[in-house]
Structures are given as C-alpha cells and as structure tokens.
C-alpha cells in the first residue's frame, strides 16, 4: 500500500519560511518522479514544482520560483519543499505526489497523492 505523509505545515508570517516533508511508503522510491502541489480555498490545485527521480532536474511554477526550492533524498524516501519569502497568496493545503518516471505539471497526471498539509501566511 503507497503512502505519501506530508509534515511541517503550519502558520507564519508573510516573508518568512518553512520546510515540508513527504515521506514515501510502499513503492520503489526511484522509479517516481515527485511533485507538490497546492490548493487554495475556492480555487483549483494548482502546480508548485517537481523533481526527477534522480534529483538532477527540477520544475517550478512561475509564481514560486527564486523562492521554493524541491529536493529529495532518495535514501530517506522523503521529498522536500524548502519555501522562503512566504506571502498571504501562497496559503494553501500543500500536497505532495508521485508520479511513475517523469515528472509532470499537470495535476491530473499523477499516481499518489498525500492528504495534504496546511500552510497559512499571515499579513
């Protein structure tokens, strides 16, 4: 059974930052391209960025780029979004997903997703 476990949402003010993690159970870790995304209230999920399965390469949605960074260590099974410069437009539920080989922008195209972790900016 796969499981993507989401952590360190939470609360904190505009320009500042935090770390989410998305540990990855029940599948060859390797074999998956990963992704976040996002959702804010009353608007669609939307793209954030994704990584390859080796790490090497990544894609980030214009309204985070310079700010987010993806990463992964393939040894832990974990998936990282290190977001800096935070601000009220990025409050969202934050998701992350797999998806098998590449990596994608398209939502709709991955395998696996997590429940989700909440992230609140406030003005």
């Known amino acids: 059974q796969v499981q993507l476990v989401e952590s360190g949402g939470g609360l904190v003010q505009a320009g500042g930052s935090l770390r989410l993690s998305c540990a990855a159970s029940g599948l060859t870790f390797r074999r998956y391209a990963r992704g976040w995304l996002r959702q804010a209230p009353g608007k669609e999920r939307e793209f954030v960025a994704a990584i390859d399965r080796g790490g090497g390469s990544t894609d980030y949605a214009d309204s985070v780029k310079g700010r987010f960074t993806i990463s992964r260590d393939n040894a832990k099974n974990t998936v990282y979004l290190q977001m800096n410069s935070l601000n009220p437009e990025d409050t969202a539920v934050y998701y992350c997903?797999?998806?098998?080989?590449?990596?994608?922008?398209?939502?709709?195209?991955?395998?696996?997703w997590g429940q989700g972790t909440q992230v609140t900016v406030s003005s």
């Open positions: 997903a797999a998806r098998v080989w590449n990596y994608s922008d398209r939502s709709g195209s991955y395998d696996y």
